[in-house]
Nanobody, 116 residues
Framework: QVQLVESGGGLVQPGGSLRLSCATSGSIFSSADMGWYRQAPGKERELVASITSGGSTNYGDSVKGRFTASRDNAKYTVYLQMNSLKPEDTAVYYC??????????WGQGRLVNVSS
């Protein structure tokens, strides 16, 4: 059974940087599209970034130029590098694996708290 395990995140001051990682246990990763989502209190979950199996990326307007998604297929891991963090980036961040048109698996979520 494929699982996603997230790590990273935590508390950071405005303007700082953090990196999130999302590792999977299966070789399915290399053929899967991966996404990063976030959900702030009282708000709907939103797409932050996505990266296809081929490495193409897409970003939400609010994080363009500040966040970077990348993947290491040899390590079955996807990353989200977050720079120039703002208080409004505070949320629980989730990774998602999508494959074979029907398979979707979510990570457990990691809290990112941007505060002085």
């Amino acid at each position: 059974q494929v699982q996603l395990v997230e790590s990273g995140g935590g508390l950071v001051q405005p303007g700082g940087s953090l990196r999130l990682s999302c590792a999977t246990s299966g070789s399915i990763f290399s053929s899967a599209d991966m996404g990063w989502y976030r959900q702030a209190p009282g708000k709907e979950r939103e797409l932050v970034a996505s990266i296809t199996s081929g490495g193409s990326t897409n970003y939400g307007d609010s994080v363009k130029g500040r966040f970077t998604a990348s993947r290491d297929n040899a390590k079955y891991t996807v990353y989200l590098q977050m720079n120039s963090l703002k208080p409004e980036d505070t949320a629980v961040y989730y990774c998602k694996l999508s494959a074979f048109r029907y398979l979707e698996i979510w990570g457990q979520g990691r809290l990112v708290n941007v505060s002085s």
